[in-house]
C-alpha cells in the first residue's frame, strides 16, 4: 500500500489480495465508486447531472443487458461479420487470396463501434456515420474535458467557456442529432403502440425507457434516455477497441502457435452447436486468449477506484487509516503481472488459463474464465462494483477473435519485424499502438456451412 501524487490529488495504491479483497468488500457508505468516478470524469460536466446523480443506467446494463444477450447473439455476430467485410474485406479485391495491409487500431475500433450499437441503437442508426463518428470520439473528448475541469476551482467550473464549448461540441453534434431523432421516434412508438407490441426492438433504448419513464416526465425522458446511450459509447467502444487491437497483435505475432489451435476449436463448436452463445462456452483456448491479453495488457495501470465518503473515514486491517475524500485505488497492472500470482508473469501465453481450466475441475475450472473476477485477476474489478457490462464485453471480444481466427489468415505488418507492436503510457491509462498495420487475407477453404 502506497501513496502516489497525481497533478491534482493524491491517490493510495492498494496491493495484495488481503487489501484488494477489503476494499471490494467496503460498504458504499465508507468507499464510494460513484463519487470516485465523478470526480475523476467530473461526469456532472462532461455526460450530465443525471449520469452522476440517477445512476439507474448501471442496473439496466448490469441485469437487463445481460439477460439479453443470449436472444441478441445472433444480431452481435451479424455486426462482427458484416463490419469485417467491410473493413477488411473491401481492402482486397473480390475474391482475391492476396495478402493486404490493414491499419489495426483503425479497423478495430471500426469493428467494436458498429457491434456495440447494433445491441444499443440496433439498425439502421449503428451503422450510420455521423453517428458511428460521434462515438468513436465521446470517450476520448470526456476524458480531455475531464482533465481540464480538473484543474478549475470547483465555484469556476459550471461557468468556463471551455465546458460550454465542450458541451456544445456534442449536443449539436449530427451524430448526437441522428441518436435523439430515433430515440424519440422509438418513445411515441412506445406511447402509442406500449411496450409488450410483439415488433418492439430488444435493445439499450427500449431498455432505458422502461426504467426511464418511470422516473422521468414525458418532456425530459428522451434526453436522459440519449445520455444513457452516450455513456454506453463512453465505457463500451474504446476499452474493447485497445483489448482487441491487443489481442490481434498477439495472434499476429505467432500465428505459428495460436491460429490453428484456435481455429480448431472454433470450427468444432461451431459444427456441434452454430454461431450461438453455446458455442462460445465450448471455446475454452479463445476465452484463455483474451482473458490472457487482458492480463498481460490491460487498459490501466489502477483499477477498482473508490473515494472515502465515510466523515470518520476508513481504516484497512493493518491499521493504515485514509481520511475523507481520499481516493484509493487497485494496482492493476502489478497485480496481473506479479510472480506471486502468474507463473512467468511477464510472459505471454495464450493457453495459460485453458491449460489450467483442462487440470482441473469444478470452481477451480470456473474461476479461470475470463468474466471470473478474483484478487488476483482485476480487469473487470472485483466484488460488487465489478463491470456491470463485462459479459457483454467479454462476449463481443470473443466472437470478433472466433470470427477472424476462422475466416483470415494474418501475420503482422512489415514495420513490426515480427515483434508485436509496443503499448505506450499515457499517465495511468496504457495505449495500444495505434498506428502498427497487420496484414489480413481471407481464407477460401472454410468448409464449414455456417
Known amino acids: 500500500m502506497f501513496r502516489v501524487p497525481f497533478l491534482d490529488h493524491w491517490e493510495v495504491v492498494v496491493t495484495g489480495k488481503k487489501f484488494i479483497n477489503e476494499l471490494a468488500q467496503a460498504h458504499d457508505d465508507d468507499l464510494s465508486v460513484t463519487d470516485a468516478v465523478a470526480d475523476v470524469l467530473q461526469t456532472e460536466f462532461t455526460m450530465g447531472a443525471s449520469i452522476k446523480y440517477d ?220 454461431w450461438t452463445k453455446a458455442a462460445l462456452r465450448e471455446m475454452v483456448k479463445v476465452d484463455s486468449f483474451v482473458r490472457e491479453s487482458e492480463r498481460f495488457n490491460g487498459l490501466s495501470s489502477l483499477i477498482m477506484t473508490r473515494k472515502v465518503v465515510n466523515p470518520k473515514g476508513f481504516t484497512f486491517s493493518n491499521g493504515v487509516h485514509l481520511p475523507e475524500d481520499t481516493i484509493v485505488s487497485v494496482a492493476n497492472y502489478a497485480t496481473h503481472h506479479d510472480e506471486e500470482n502468474y507463473t512467468d508473469a511477464n510472459a505471454f501465453d495464450g493457453f495459460r488459463f485453458s491449460e489450467i481450466r483442462e487440470a482441473a475441475e469444478g470452481f477451480d475450472a470456473i474461476r479461470h474464465q475470463f468474466v471470473h473476477t478474483t484478487p488476483e485477476y482485476v480487469t473487470f474489478g472485483h466484488g460488487r462494483h465489478s463491470c456491470p457490462g463485462e459479459f457483454f464485453a467479454a462476449n463481443e471480444l470473443k466472437v470478433a477473435l472466433a470470427h477472424i481466427v476462422l475466416y483470415y489468415d494474418v501475420k503482422l505488418g512489415d514495420g513490426c519485424n515480427g515483434v508485436k507492436p509496443e503499448n505506450s503510457w499515457l499517465s495511468i491509462a496504457l495505449i495500444p499502438d495505434k498506428r502498427a498495420h497487420m496484414w489480413f487475407r481471407k481464407r477460401k477453404d472454410v468448409e464449414i456451412d455456417l
Open 55 to 274: 445512476q439507474y443506467h448501471v442496473g439496466v446494463i448490469g441485469s437487463t443487458m445481460t439477460r439479453n444477450l443470449v436472444a441478441r447473439f445472433d444480431d452481435v455476430y451479424d455486426e462482427i461479420a458484416c463490419a469485417c467485410e467491410d473493413v477488411i474485406h473491401d481492402r482486397t479485391k473480390e475474391d482475391s487470396a492476396e495478402w493486404v495491409s490493414v491499419p489495426v487500431f483503425d479497423a478495430v475500433i471500426r469493428i467494436i463501434a458498429r457491434t456495440g450499437n447494433r445491441l444499443f441503437v440496433g439498425l439502421p442508426l449503428c451503422r450510420n456515420s455521423e453517428y458511428l463518428r460521434l462515438s468513436r470520439n465521446w470517450a476520448i473528448d470526456v476524458f480531455i474535458g475531464a482533465f481540464f475541469i480538473n484543474f478549475m476551482p470547483w465555484i469556476l467550473k459550471p461557468l468556463r467557456q471551455s465546458i460550454v464549448a465542450f458541451r456544445r461540441r456534442h449536443f449539436k453534434h449530427p451524430g448526437k442529432d441522428e441518436l435523439k431523432k430515433t430515440v424519440k421516434e422509438r418513445v411515441l412508438l412506445d406511447r402509442e403502440f406500449g411496450v409488450e407490441r410483439p415488433d418492439r426492438p430488444n435493445d439499450a433504448i427500449s431498455w432505458f425507457y422502461d426504467a426511464a419513464s418511470l422516473r422521468y416526465t414525458p418532456e425530459t425522458v428522451v434526453d436522459e434516455i440519449v445520455q444513457r446511450i452516450m455513456f454506453l459509447n463512453f465505457s463500451a467502444i474504446h476499452t474493447s477497441a485497445h483489448a482487441l487491437t491487443n489481442i490481434l497483435y498477439h495472434l499476429a505475432e505467432h500465428p505459428e502457435i495460436y491460429l490453428q489451435p484456435l481455429r480448431n476449436e472454433v470450427e468444432g463448436a461451431i459444427a456441434k452447436l452454430g
